[in-house]
């Protein structure tokens, strides 16, 4: 256990330069792949409701960094003498842009036609980054800790709790929203629909609960937003819904803010044991019958929990590897990450034209699909290596 909390110490001393970082936020280079289409395989996609696969595991990867990074670019400009007013500043600034881009560049396809106001979509994934973004930047700016104190390094499982201490504001806040989402999600009432209800709706429980996709959180959604949400939820084909449900909703939301100060808190390998369990217990190792099933739709309480598990576990190996071994580089995954908004935005943008796409003929097999999303994302790689051999980093 010491051992493992003073290469924590060390690791946190040292991300802002370790090449395992930035391939951690490369992930994007496999949602890219993801977004074309995962060349049709079934576990390259969304899953339907409940249950985890490949494509559900990269957006929690983001914002688990994006938390890691607050922290560390925040206390870096404290060091530096920048005053709160600037800070403030700044990261209003930040979160506006990240929003203004989700909500003006990717609210739909240009296969859609022209855009209408009966459909136009408001939450987004920029939209739920950017908010995030905002959120763990407060809780960094009042109460974060510019230096680690030695001391924050115990010598047993016992005095480990020290460590959360040091930021008991920050768990405060966090604890609130945890208890706030639970709160609304297990007790607020749903017109005709079962209290704490956490299913899809449509056929599924039998028809029984057929407008109720989502529970409380569609609940609020379609209270909030009406029809102004994603039109084609990953629970709609196998259970023939028909209420809409945003994956980004505002419910969810408040979890997206729990999975990024996990980011915040990396340091503390110790607890991604604590949080594995916890989500083992919330889903009973089940993908239905647990409490809080691990749902990337709801963003539940255990999806969260165990997406915070991997993401400890992944930067772990990735700092092993790459930055005590010293066994792999990164490259080409290096590059993406380093202009990871650029090729995010880009591949949403540009992605149905050639020559990242074309029209496909032989869509009954996998060979011309995968061909053409590997082509694709291989193009994204070549540019953001393009850029960084210019030294071309688009900041917000």
């Not at 920029?126 to 809780?139: E, I």
């Not at 009406?226 to 909703?249: A, H, I, S, W």
């Not at 990396?266 to 916890?278: N, P």
Request: with cysteine.
């Amino acid at each position: 256990i010491v051992s493992v909390l003073k290469v924590a110490l060390i690791l946190l001393r040292l991300l802002k330069t370790l090449h395992g970082l930035i391939i951690f936020r490369s992930t994007n280079s496999i949602m890219v792949f993801v977004n074309y289409g995962g060349g049709g395989y079934w576990f390259f996609q969304h899953a339907p409701w409940n249950g985890l696969m490949v494509a559900d595991l990269v957006m929690p990867w983001f914002v688990f960094i994006i938390g890691t990074s607050v922290v560390l670019a925040i206390s870096s400009m404290q060091r530096r003498g920048v005053t709160r007013l600037q800070l403030l500043r700044k990261i209003t600034w930040r979160t506006a842009v990240l929003m203004m881009l989700g909500f003006c560049f990717l609210n739909y396809s240009p296969r859609d036609g022209p855009l209408s106001w009966s459909w136009l979509r408001i939450p987004g994934v920029l939209q739920r980054l950017g908010f995030t973004y905002f959120v763990l930047s407060l809780l960094q700016t009042f109460w974060g800790q510019t230096e680690i104190p030695e001391r924050a390094v115990s010598t047993s499982v016992k005095n480990s709790a020290h460590d959360i201490c040091l930021y008991w504001p920050q768990w405060l806040v966090i604890i609130v929203l945890e208890m706030l989402w639970l709160c609304i999600t297990l007790l607020m009432p749903v017109p005709d629909c079962p209290t704490g209800y956490l299913g899809a709706g449509g056929i599924g429980d039998g028809g029984r609960y057929p407008n109720c996709t989502g529970g409380a959180a569609g609940y609020i959604d379609r209270w909030m937003f009406g029809d102004n949400m994603y039109r084609y939820p990953t629970c709609k084909g196998l259970y023939r819904t028909v209420q809409p449900f945003d994956p980004e909703g505002v419910l969810g939301t408040i979890n997206s803010v729990v999975m990024g100060f996990l980011g915040m808190q990396v340091s503390w390998i110790i607890y991604f044991s604590s949080v594995s369990t916890s989500a083992a217990v919330l889903s009973k190792c089940t993908r239905d019958e647990g409490f809080i099933p691990v749902n990337k739709n709801l963003w539940s309480l255990s999806y969260v929990l165990c997406m915070g598990s991997f993401s400890f576990l992944l930067l772990g190996v990735m700092y092993f590897i790459i930055d005590v071994k010293g066994w792999w580089g990164g490259q080409p995954f290096l590059y993406p990450g380093t202009n990871s908004i650029l090729v995010y935005v880009g591949h949403s943008l540009l992605g149905f034209y050639f020559p990242f796409s074309w029209e496909m003929h032989f869509q009954e097999s996998h060979w011309e699909p995968l061909l053409q999303n590997l082509w694709g994302t291989a193009l994204w790689v070549l540019i953001a290596y393009l850029l960084y051999r210019k030294r071309f980093f688009l900041k917000i």
